[in-house]
């Protein structure tokens, strides 16, 4: 497996986790505390799948 997964969270405790339990699982995981950086994340890379958190400051995951 060598899907690619952006994990965005303004905890950096959670961010860690995510990284630890799904890089386990094979994948290759990148992680973003800051929710105001992500269209510049998606414009210079491409991911099989983003992990939102729903509330965070400034934008929320199910705004973006």
Known sequence: MNEKILVIDDDENLLKSMKKILG??????ET???????ETFLESKDYHCL??????????????
């Open 24 to 29: 386990l699982e094979h994948y290759s995981v």
């Open 32 to 38: 973003l505390a800051n929710p105001m950086k992500i």
């Open 51 to 64: 992990l939102l958190d729903v509330r965070m400051p400034v934008i929320s995951g199910l705004k973006f």
